[in-house]
């Protein structure tokens, strides 16, 4: 994860300010995110946030079923880090969450609906990562609704 280099360059100049990751859920079920919270704890960044869009989904359908990341909150404080899980929906969890003070680096669990406020989503609730049409028809729907939303 290049965000750890940076922070610890930052770290190294004295510099103020945090280093900022946006990540998804899926990210979680490859070895090298693993292998970069550990030396972002080893190297105490206490300087860097990241916030996971934990939407339990992935392009190959539901994490649960393609590999299961839980209890990714425990997971993530052995290795030395802060965590917060909330409501990934609501922005002004997000900004708390992110600006209390600590000094261990920081994950935000944001669990999301991905769904939220686009109730023809909830159709596909294994498939939201693209739009793939069953049918003629089904087409048809989503584009009233485009046209609708507008």
Do not use: C
Request: aromatic share 10%; glycine share 8%.
């Amino acid at each position: 994860m290049q965000a750890g280099g940076v922070a610890l360059a930052r770290k190294l100049r004295g510099e103020s300010g945090k280093t900022w990751i946006f990540m998804s859920d899926g990210e979680f079920q490859e070895g090298q995110t693993w292998e970069a919270l550990s030396a972002i704890s080893f190297h105490e960044l206490n300087n860097i946030r990241i916030i996971v869009d934990v939407n339990r989904n992935q392009v190959d359908g539901p994490m649960e079923k393609v590999m299961s990341i839980e209890p990714l909150i425990d997971r993530i404080k052995s290795f030395g880090w802060d965590v917060d899980k909330i409501d990934g929906n609501d922005i002004n969890q997000i900004l708390q969450s992110g600006f209390s003070a600590k000094d261990k680096p920081k994950v935000i669990l944001g669990y999301t609906d991905p769904a939220k406020g686009i109730e023809i989503l909830k159709d596909r609730p294994d498939a939201l990562h693209y739009v793939r049409f069953a049918n003629p028809f089904e087409k048809i729907k989503y584009n009233n609704f485009l046209k609708a939303w507008k």
